[in-house]
Each structure stands twice: as structure tokens, then as C-alpha cells.
Antibody, heavy 121, light 109 residues
């Protein structure tokens, strides 16, 4: 059974760095064609893709947020970590991690439940 | 970056109605277009991939079509459980990036 679960702080202060962890089970991050993305959704708004990491450790980032994002993985722990620097109240959102099992055909077949992060002083 | 314009932003239809949502890309994306359903408080669910392929286990009343810049998502007979927001999502391989449309909220009239 494939599952993904996000974890991290529920509240961060402006200018702080956010670190989120996605722990996966039911598949290996080292399997060919596997990858994990981070996607966020501000309250009442649309989905926004943030970053992706592939099984070969190739990474890609949203153009608009690239300077603030870092994605990495620890295959032995089945975890994908996203850091976002210089947090602002507009970054308040539910953050999801999602799996791609189709290589460079970027479609998400499994999602985590999401974690709401609020940015406030 | 490729922009996705999804319309309408919301619609209201009766049970049994045919519902159509469109998504337009700012440039040719071939068939690199997926559709998701998101119910309130839940994560999105993949319905259609590569413009017209039905994901395993998804009811056949959902369908997709299109290529290039113009795409259509259809619910052939709206059911009460289809109340949700629907998103299109395009992707590119070089480099591997993607964009979501703005979403369409579907309600029952």
C-alpha cells in the first residue's frame, strides 16, 4: 500500500526557514521512474507546484520560487525534504507531497493528506 | 513558463447534466495534460492523464480530449458525488516542470 505523509511545523514566523518532510511507504525512492513533488495550496486558492526530485536525484524547481527552495531525499529513510527560506504570510498554505511513478510523464498518482503551515508573527 | 487558463472558474449544474470544463495552454503542450478532482479538505485525485487516458478505477463518465493548446474535460452525467473542484495540470519534460490551472468548482443546481 502506497502512502505519503507530510510532517513539519504548523506555525512559522516571517523570515524563518520552513522544513517539511515527506515520509513514503509502499515504494522505494530509488526505483526507476519514481519521484516525489511538493505542491502547495493557499486557503481557498489553486494548487501550485513547488519542486520535484527524481529517483536519480535530478531536481527541478518552480521558476518563481527557485531561489528559496531546496529539495533533497534520503532513500534509506524513505524521506523527501523541502526547505523554503524567508517565509512570508503569503506562504500560508496546505503543503502536499505527491508521487510520480511514470518517470518524466509528470502525473501524480498518490498524494499525502497535506499539512497546513501558517506564517505569522 | 507555460500558463494554463481554465474556465469556467465555477459552474452549477443539475444531476444528470453534461458538464464541460476547458483548459487552454499558452503554448503547444502536445498531450501533456492531466486532470484532477479535489473534494473539500482532501488531496487531489488523478482522473485523466495525457489528455484522454482514464486513470484506473475512475468512472467512465469522466473523459478528456484535446491536444496542442486546447483541452476539454467532460462529465457525461453529473452525479452528486462529483461535487468538487477540478484542476488541469500541464507538464514539460525539458526541463521537467509543471503548472496547474486555476480550478473549476462544480456545484449541484
Amino acid at each position: 500500500q502506497v502512502t505519503l505523509k507530510e510532517s513539519g511545523p504548523v506555525l512559522v514566523k516571517p523570515t524563518e526557514t520552513l522544513t517539511l518532510t515527506c515520509t513514503v511507504s509502499g515504494f522505494s525512492l530509488s526505483n526507476a521512474r519514481m519521484g516525489v513533488s511538493w505542491i502547495r495550496q493557499p486557503p481557498g486558492k489553486a494548487l501550485e507546484w513547488l519542486a520535484h526530485i527524481f529517483s536519480n536525484d535530478e531536481k527541478s524547481y518552480s521558476t518563481s520560487l527557485k531561489s528559496r527552495l531546496t529539495i533533497s531525499k534520503d532513500t534509506s529513510k524513505s524521506q523527501v525534504v523541502l526547505t523554503m527560506t524567508n517565509m512570508d504570510p503569503v506562504d500560508t498554505a496546505t503543503y502536499y507531497c505527491a508521487r510520480i511513478s511514470s518517470g518524466y510523464d509528470l502525473r501524480f498518482d498518490y498524494w499525502g493528506q497535506g499539512t497546513l503551515v501558517t506564517v505569522s508573527s | 513558463d507555460i500558463q494554463m487558463t481554465q474556465s469556467p472558474s465555477s459552474l452549477s449544474a443539475s444531476v444528470g447534466d453534461r458538464v464541460t470544463i476547458t483548459c487552454q495552454a499558452s503554448q503547444d503542450i502536445s498531450n501533456y495534460l492531466n486532470w484532477y478532482q479535489q473534494k473539500p479538505g482532501k488531496a487531489p485525485k488523478l482522473l485523466i492523464y495525457d489528455a484522454s487516458n482514464l486513470e484506473t478505477g475512475v468512472p467512465s463518465r469522466f473523459s478528456g480530449s484535446g491536444s496542442g493548446t486546447d483541452f476539454t474535460f467532460t462529465i457525461s452525467s453529473l452525479q452528486p458525488e462529483d461535487i468538487a473542484t477540478y484542476y488541469c495540470q500541464q507538464y514539460d519534460n525539458l526541463p521537467p516542470t509543471l503548472t496547474f490551472g486555476g480550478g473549476t468548482k462544480v456545484e449541484i443546481k
